[in-house]
């Protein structure tokens, strides 16, 4: 399978050749054979030798398209890629399908400090929706895109979530 | 003020409740921890003597709350209080109400803290002890005519700036009397349109300048030391990242003078226990006396790595009354400290907050090393408290051995679940700038550090790439042999499960 | 000799492994780490830019497979090798090997350390550089005439060794001529009736010695540097337990005739690179050489604590034919410092070897505290190695600040798994005869130590008592609950499995 | 119920006298009642606060009479008292019953690196019956009885765990 790393422009071609008993794994990676030494095996966090150089790598998420993790202490997204992929990825840079794109959503923990925009009106991209609070720091949510701010989610006052839906704009 | 202090409530949270709790220990006093309903499974309430709840999360009805802290000092039998820094520390009245009911403030006095607070007033005492401050007009200007007199005397270029205004607005510049004549005006016109009045004042403006500070400690006795300076100039939105000493561009003889002029200021404002002066220093060398921090320091660390000095035993050694030991003649500077305030922000996203559980984590340590902080495997880190989750400091013979020993040191830390700022100061070990000793208050912007911080992260991308691929090999090889044994029902997995 | 050093490979395991990877990686040079099966989850395994599998767990197999470890330094290109302490540090023929096969080692030349290590030759070498050794024959004694001879200019009491005696058998000691023609007859009749042949040697005896000894760097240039001494007298069994720089009774002229003697010791037998020069000092204060140890030392943390050196990026400097920068009188000590050796021991059941895997440890931190380990959370103690499992170390601008960091440093450091000897330190740092510095090999037994650590484990109990009782109450009351709910089938428990 | 903790000769008494909502345990301990606050509770670990000070207790072994754990880093054993115990500890302060005292087991683990007595052979308590190495310490594991040494259990160059039966004594 073809593998997309991070923001790397060349593809790495890799694929388990065969695993052996004592914890060894043989891999074949952008057309070299190499030997990966097991350390730890789990469900989500893997350590291991790879050209006698020690990896630990700790799977945040895997996807059917990618994978995100820490290696050696780094986040990184690996894509699993297909035509499928190329697909999805073309369409997802046209323009976005389904409602997801409507949400204005948190990148934070934190609690609603302001409301600075009122439902109905006309908003420009980049416009203060919300300003949150955390760790003594005001943190100003912007408006992902033009349009009518339909709806405020949130209370003042209110604690929210990473990824919670702050506002809906269309 | 003489009395023996034997046990300490410690006002405050994070890792400094936990630098406290050991200087206490240090010293066989108790030590007696507060703390909020958030905080009952951190690391300062496991590590203290005692350890009382004082009420919910919110600061405000917790480590603000003057009353309840006061209440369970005396409850609890405490001898002194120690603030830390930031919450109660600077707070003058909440110096006068441990006095009131008997309890030792370990800090100055509340008058002290007081003249210290106030700026302006500040500034006037310490211009009378010859103390150099930023020039310019002492308060607001009556017109034209003395905003160029000023501006004379100052030197161009110079700032105008409005008395209501803050956080920036309403600051003009002006290269010379001509530009400035035309911003006054400007000026003027839109405070009056503003404000109803127009209340103008002129200061120097200070290009690239250098934030350095100096360490002080004065007893009740009125003997007073300065500890050297730090260089705090690697700031980003006025808030310090790294701090240390020896700064690149103090010598021995500008360290003596400028160390006396600290001790002058503390002097003149009459002040008490460990603080700090803090002074602008502009290309051409000139100290300008900014203000004093009346309290202990974030950075005090690397005060304690160049002299040897424990400051928090210091600090409660005044508070009980006791004469300094040592002459200002007996310190002596011992190599290079440098600290990295690791913070839980984002550096990769406009520095955003990060909180939530570190399931795990992994202190470096090694020679040099020194970790002041409150984080341990399975800790929660609080969006209702500071940024601030650890000091990471490395200390060196010179100051290439301690950069050296910091980059290494922030590649061994490892925290897991939060975003922290470790990136940034990979990135700055090693830029040619921060080498070099080419630091001014915008240092991260005139280098743009931030862009070589994500180079960074691409070319480390670039390199673990092989293995990143190898993970995700292993991971779909682990399922598969998982999912292959379940169906199978197969009593053992050659595949174990291994603890490393 | 002057080559440059890009990559070294570390021919040895655990903490001291681990030291030599980060000063290599200080010095921007490519560390290989070599493992046995036993140490593939070690953690020098982890933190080595390389790491090389080389044989079974046994020793001799591995860590002691001279030609495979040459032929895996070669294999990985590395330019020198360090050999720790331990295993192969003090191996002449190895250092020939590296030798032969271009590899530079990264200790004394093969003829210093054959010298060195024949402790009858070396004795030699050294009353003839006037280097005070103890006062004796020279060799086997030819009659009882030249064993009263050398019995007298020694000074009774004197002991009598048979030359195959070992382990403290054969040894006879005379308080005066009489007895030691006693004596004599009785060693020389059983020496002839088990040997055949009476060889009897004579050594003036040494009572309440302490173990004091200087450390060492010499150069390819033939500049020699004494580092200052350690104090090294509490012992088990001959092995050093705690270190500490200054030696109580080492004031700075003492300081200076011993470490010049020391210097014309490593000069003596062309010295290069780390060694120590071994003293026994009688309760006079007369101070007798015994040894030269060929290698960098266990305790030398203690050395770099005062001197703030590095010892092990000074070592790879000579190795490279780098000349000492700094003169002898350059180096100035400055504070304490106490290293504990903490080992996989139980100093409740006769220092037995404690094995197996730690699931969870806490390494203390903080002011003036510096750990070396290889201890990790799920890390595995073996028994195919030696028991020290971390090296503890506190640092303070005098002994009283250091031995109380040390004291608390031992109460935050957890280890959970195994037994060790951290009780015994708890105990030792408290006793009122190491306080006032009254050290002896003995010091141990001396003072019941081992009885004070068994009150003391007591007293903790008391003190614990309610909080035990607490805990039995906790668990039980866990499991009522469990069972309730396993039995009720409720879905939500009020006691919920939290996470601290 | 009656507690003995470690070798204290004094009893202590204990009972849970309630459980509340906001983690906490109420208790009465040697006739005192105590508030314990509960920071982490699980089967084999608890962090609680007693008297507003903290205490770590990490339990290794529960049996019916005793529960054996680390309290604060320090190992301590806390035997739940009863006539039952009483009547148990009298009899084996008489001389044990069953097998369990004719068995020579090993207190560490090791490799047995010498076998120091005969099968067969009167043995002395304290004679030296087998030699163990661990950590390049050489252990000498003594009789622990007089009697006939029925049978060594191990070889030489074996590796034996902690708690192994070495030989047998009659």
Not at chain 1, 145 to 152: A, C, P, S, T, Y
Not at chain 2, 308 to 331: C, H, M, N, R, W
Not at chain 2, 443 to 457: V, W
Request: some cysteine; overall charge neutral; aromatic content about 6%.
């Amino acid at each position: 399978m073809q593998f997309k790393v991070g923001d790397l422009a060349e593809m790495l071609e890799g694929e388990v050749l065969r695993t052996t008993d004592n914890n060894s794994v043989v891999v074949k990676i952008g057309g070299k054979q190499h030997t990966l030494q097991l350390l730890k095996s789990g469900t989500d966090e893997f350590e291991f030798l790879l050209d006698n150089s020690f990896h630990h790598a700790k799977i945040l998420q895997v996807g059917t398209a990618e994978v995100k993790m820490m290696i050696d202490g780094q986040p990184l997204v690996v894509k699993k890629h297909s035509k499928l992929t190329e697909v999805l990825e073309k369409a997802s840079a046209i323009g976005g399908v389904g409602g997801g794109d409507r949400n204005l959503t948190s990148q934070i923990p934190g609690r609603v400090v302001n409301i600075a925009a009122k439902p109905g009106t006309e908003v420009k991209k980049g416009d203060v929706i919300v300003v949150l609070e955390s760790m003594k720091m005001q943190v100003a949510v912007k408006a992902h895109k033009d349009g009518n701010l339909k709806e405020i989610k949130v209370k003042q006052g209110a604690s929210v979530a990473r990824n919670d839906v702050l506002a809906v704009i269309e | 003020m003489s009395k023996k202090i034997t046990s300490i409530l410690i006002a405050n949270r994070g890792e400094i409740a936990l630098r406290v709790i050991r200087a206490c220990r240090d010293l066989g006093i108790k030590s007696i921890a507060i703390y909020s309903d958030e905080d009952i499974r951190a690391v300062h309430v496991k590590r203290a003597d005692e350890a009382y709840h004082i009420g919910p999360a919110a600061p405000a009805q917790s480590y603000l709350n003057m009353t309840k802290i006061v209440e369970t000092a005396k409850a609890a039998g405490a001898d002194a209080i120690h603030p830390g820094y930031g919450f109660l520390s600077e707070n003058e009245n909440f110096s006068e109400m441990c006095d009131k009911n008997g309890i030792i403030f370990i800090g100055p006095t509340s008058k002290a803290m007081e003249l210290t607070g106030d700026k302006m007033k500040c500034k006037a005492v310490m211009k009378k002890a010859k103390v150099p401050t930023v020039p310019g007009s002492d308060g607001i200007v009556e017109d034209m005519q003395e905003a160029a007199d000023i501006a004379d005397e100052a030197g161009y270029p110079v700032l105008l700036k409005s008395a209501f205004g803050g956080g920036g607005r309403g600051i003009r510049l002006a290269n010379d009397e001509k530009q400035l004549r035309q911003e006054f005006e400007m000026a003027s016109a839109e405070s009056r349109a503003a404000f109803g009045k127009a209340a103008l004042f002129v200061e120097k403006y200070l290009e690239r300048i250098r934030h350095i500070e100096f360490q002080l400690i004065r007893d009740s006795h009125g003997n007073s030391r300065h500890l050297f300076e730090r260089e705090c100039s690697i700031q980003r939105r006025h808030q310090k990242l790294i701090e240390m000493s020896p700064s690149p561009v103090v010598d021995q003889k500008t360290r003596e003078r400028i160390g006396e002029i600290a001790v002058r200021a503390v002097d003149a404002v009459d002040y008490l226990n460990a603080g700090t002066a803090e002074f602008l220093r502009d290309p051409q060398g000139n100290f300008y006396f900014i203000e004093i921090n009346s309290r202990l320091q974030v950075e005090h660390p690397v005060t304690e790595l160049v002299t040897g000095l424990d400051l928090v035993k210091l600090q409660i050694g005044v508070a009980q009354g006791e004469e300094l030991t040592f002459k200002q003649q007996d310190l002596k500077m011992n190599g290079c400290a440098i600290e990295c305030r690791i913070n839980a922000e984002d550096p990769f996203y406009e520095f955003a907050p990060s909180t939530g559980i570190v399931p795990n984590c992994n202190l470096p340590y090694g020679p040099g090393i020194r970790v002041d902080t409150y984080l341990y495997p399975g800790c929660n880190v609080s969006g209702y408290y500071d940024s601030l989750v650890a000091k990471l400091l490395a200390w060196g013979r010179n100051f290439d051995e301690s950069r050296i020993r910091m980059k290494h040191a922030l590649d061994e830390f490892m925290i897991e679940g939060i975003n922290t700022t470790i990136p940034l100061y990979k990135t700055i070990m090693d830029d040619p700038n921060f080498i070099k000793g080419e630091l001014s208050t915008d240092y991260l912007e005139r280098f743009k550090i931030l862009n070589k911080m994500s180079e960074n992260a691409k070319e480390a991308a670039k390199k673990s790439a092989k293995a990143a691929v190898a993970a995700v090999l292993l991971q779909s090889e682990f399922v598969r042999k998982t999912e292959a044994i379940h169906q199978s029902s197969m009593p053992k997995s050659k595949w174990k499960m291994m603890r490393g």
